[in-house]
């Protein structure tokens, strides 16, 4: 338009003035445009001024101050439609500049976005980032970004730039919150003043607010909302558009997706440590078990196969005074890590007092003192048997508390059932326990235990009775070393069904 008004000027010899008039009371006008180098000489004819209303952008006053070459009114007649139409296209240039301007930073929010949040696995951090970037290219004075978690069911605040006075976490059934409202309907919210919940929420009267559910939408379908965004107040006093709210719902999908993702990828760390964690605390319970075959007071073997990587079975062996062997077996209730802490701390106990006690009955009641409070805040019970061999003798003592598979196997091919004396320990009490007394033939009687787990994996394949498969190996086996009576027991269940039992697999074989 400046060349225009240059050429109109050498044309006709004139001398022009645009001005933006004042809206204040004895402000001055703003001048727009004045012929550069050139003042009103009073003896030329003019001046003559001209309201001039373009399409786009305010009221301008074209003054013509001078002509040389013809009369001012005719200039200003002639400029008149020119600057119009030039003011126009450039306030058209200047808005189509803008909207590119404005288009590009938010195409280059959506690439920083991505990059953000394809980078970084820490989500806190990387929604502190992007709030911040939100907020400023959205002209936003303050935000918030809260995401559900489904654990304490709440609305957690992941990030915030601007402190807008909130709580660290939101109940999503708050009826005076519009980020609750919008994660509950899953819709976005354009508010300012005129709503009373947005005047509480926002902390200005003034402020518009947008709220937009961050949602996650599965290829599978299924679209669900995991958070909310807020953007609360313009830096420039105005409202949210419906192109700011389509802007911010692009980027909560982005935000949703990797919500989702981190979501997924805490959870498989989880499960990994986890994972870990029991391999190691699995490691650690067969170490606690020991190595029967290497127990020098007696020839014995052992095996212990928990349905999990822990469980609850468990046998000790124990060298006692005048050439005695304590032996010991007994299944946690239930299984898994739970019964494994009981079995731990049984095993623990155990071996204290097999040393200081002077009976086998005495042994189950300092253990039942033991043990009774964490069976009974955990709903468990132990079922144990702990006999003590004296070959000088001749004679096995034992307490048995409830653990139904307990046999002396004779030489001539006998089983004698060594029965409970007493209920599983954490009902019967410390005081409830006995003991009872067999003969034992030195070097030739067989110590036959087991937990519930053996046989009741021979029933699940059809077999009957799984106790009476087990006592009709061990006495076809009898005169073999007891780790080949092991080898025999376990293989009756070879095959991988035992996998899928709900009870561990334990066995000890004692020639004392």
């Excluded at 009114?73 to 808005?95: C, D, K, Y």
């Excluded at 935000?143 to 709440?154: F, I």
């Amino acid at each position: 338009m400046i060349d225009t008004l240059e050429d109109f000027e050498e044309a006709f010899g004139a001398v022009v003035r645009i001005t933006v008039p004042a809206t204040e009371p004895g402000a001055a006008d703003e001048v727009l445009y004045q012929t550069e180098g050139a003042e009103h000489d009073p003896s030329q004819s003019g001046p003559v001024t001209t309201t001039v209303v373009p399409h786009l952008g305010p009221e301008l006053l074209l003054q013509v101050l001078a002509a040389e070459k013809a009369p001012p009114r005719s200039v200003s007649e002639a400029l008149t439609p020119a600057i119009t139409q030039g003011f126009a296209a450039t306030r058209e240039i200047q808005f189509f500049t803008y909207e590119l301007s404005e288009r590009f930073e938010e195409i280059n929010l959506l690439y920083s976005i991505s990059e953000t949040l394809g980078s970084t696995l820490d989500m806190d951090s990387g929604a502190a980032t992007i709030l911040a970037e939100v907020r400023d290219v959205m002209g936003a004075k303050r935000g918030s970004l809260w995401v559900y978690d489904s654990r304490p069911g709440e609305l957690q605040l992941a990030a915030e730039v601007g402190d807008d006075g909130r709580t660290d976490s939101l109940s999503p059934n708050d009826p005076d919150t519009i980020t609750s409202m919008v994660f509950r309907e899953g819709r976005a919210i354009i508010a300012s003043r005129q709503l009373p919940v947005a005047e509480r929420e926002a902390g200005e009267t003034a402020d518009s607010f947008l709220s937009v559910p961050i949602r996650y939408s599965p290829a599978a379908g299924g679209s669900r909302t995991v958070g909310v965004i807020n953007l609360i107040g313009r830096q420039d006093g105005g409202r949210f558009s419906a192109a700011n709210q389509k802007l911010l719902a692009a980027i909560a999908s982005q935000i949703g997706a990797a919500i989702e993702n981190h979501r997924l990828v805490q959870e498989s760390l989880s499960k990994e440590r986890m994972a870990r964690e029991m391999e190691l605390a699995h490691d650690l319970q067969m170490k606690l078990i020991p190595d029967a075959e290497k127990f020098e007071a007696a020839d014995a073997a052992g095996r212990v196969e928990p349905t999990e990587l822990v469980g609850g079975d468990f046998y000790q062996l124990f060298e006692l005074p005048g050439g005695r062997i304590g032996v010991m077996l007994g299944d946690v209730s239930l299984h898994g890590f739970p019964s494994a802490l009981i079995m731990t701390l049984t095993m623990s106990a155990a071996g204290i007092y097999a040393r200081e006690a002077e009976s086998p009955a005495a042994v189950l009641r300092k253990l039942d003192d033991a043990l009774s409070d964490e069976l009974a805040s955990t709903e468990m019970f132990l079922t144990v048997f702990y006999g003590v061999i004296d070959p000088v003798a001749g004679v096995l003592t034992y307490a048995n508390a409830g653990h139904p598979h307990a046999f002396a196997v004779r030489s001539d091919g006998k089983t004698e059932r060594l029965t409970a004396t007493d209920p599983p320990v954490g009902f019967a009490g410390p005081d409830s326990y006995d003991e009872s007394a067999v003969a034992w033939s030195s070097g030739d009687d067989l110590l036959l235990l087991f937990t519930d787990g053996l046989p009741d994996t021979l029933a699940t394949r059809g077999l009957k009775n799984g106790e009476t498969q087990i006592l009709e190996v061990a006495i076809r086996s009898r005169f073999q070393s007891p780790s080949e009576i092991i080898d025999a027991l376990f293989e009756l269940s070879s095959d991988d069904s035992w996998s899928s039992l709900a009870d561990d697999r334990t066995a000890l074989v004692v020639r004392g």
